[in-house]
């Protein structure tokens, strides 16, 4: 497996709109992993292959391109042999820049086909000129261009940014403080969320505790309740059950598992046999 980002920042769209980009593919073999709640929503078109999410009624074929993110669970895809895709991460609240519906009538636990939430003669140049690009340049001319073209306003709901600021950079993990600083009730809060961002603000601060207790090294028990502390848990059983609710595995067999820790530490995924194996 190949997992390559590709610099961004240079594109005035995409620094101001987007979390990263990527170049994902595999050899000739059959690849499945898991991915972790990240708290993004993004784009993927696949150049090469096919690739499927695991859904309760088994595995699902997913579009060419689709709309992917703000799963609350680990989740399982596979990529046929000699897959590859091109994948952009949009901060939850600049995509709603981009659409007329609100976030809340995407779909969180399967992609989303884009020819749903997008012109498909738009989509159909997005997929056509990524098929032709030969270098990352020419990627990102292709990814800016598809942003200018679809953006539907520049005025982001400046309450909703604040409170993703807030979440995640300065660790605001209440949603009743969270209302108190930006000056709203707890129930417009809400109302704002489901619909520029399409989750609750707390799924989020939920999904933002646990991507940040994923990326520490935890060497012992003690460890944990500091973690479970130093996350503004009321306690470690309360962390434990976010945990485990999120990633389906204990924190404690988590950091113990070199396996996890090191595939995640990597690419910010699991292979699936290990985690297959983690909750047997």
């Known amino acids: 497996m190949k997992f390559r980002l590709i610099n961004f920042k240079t594109k005035p769209h995409s620094a101001k709109y987007l979390t990263d980009v990527y170049d994902f ?18 784009i993927t078109v696949i150049l090469e292959g096919d690739c499927h999410i695991k859904t309760g009624e088994g595995w ?40 007329k519906d609100a976030l809340n009538s995407t779909k969180k636990t399967n992609g989303t086909d884009l020819f749903d939430l997008f012109k498909k003669e738009e989509v159909n140049k997005l997929y056509e000129k990524l098929s ?41 993990y209440k949603v009743d403080e969270l209302s108190s600083i930006l000056n709203v009730t707890s129930t417009t809060l809400r109302t704002l969320f489901n619909q520029h961002v399409g989750i609750s603000p707390k799924d989020l601060i939920k999904i933002h505790r646990i991507k940040t207790a994923l990326a520490f090294q935890i060497t012992n028990e003690e460890s944990l309740t500091q973690m479970a502390y130093q996350l503004k848990y009321f306690d470690q059983a309360h962390f434990s059950n976010d945990f485990k ?13 070199n396996q996890l820790s090191s595939d995640f530490s990597d690419f910010q995924h699991w292979r699936y046999d290990s985690f297959e194996n983690a909750i047997k």
């Open 25 to 42: 593919s595999n050899g000739n073999k059959e690849f499945i992993y898991c991915c972790v709640p990240n708290g993004e929503l993004g």
């Open 132 to 172: 032709q690009c030969k270098n990352d340049e020419a990627l990102m001319d292709s990814i800016e261009a598809f942003l200018k073209a679809n953006m539907l306003t520049n005025e982001l709901d400046k309450r909703v940014s604040a409170a993703h600021h807030l979440i995640s950079k300065e660790h605001i």
């Open 60 to 99: 699902q074929k997913q579009s060419k391109v689709h709309l992917y993110g703000l799963i609350d669970k680990v989740q399982a895809l596979k990529m046929s042999p000699n897959y590859r895709e091109i994948s952009f991460g949009f901060y939850p609240h600049s995509l709603q820049l981009f659409l």
């Open 245 to 257: 609710d999120s990633t389906g595995i204990s924190p404690k067999h988590y950091f113990l598992d």
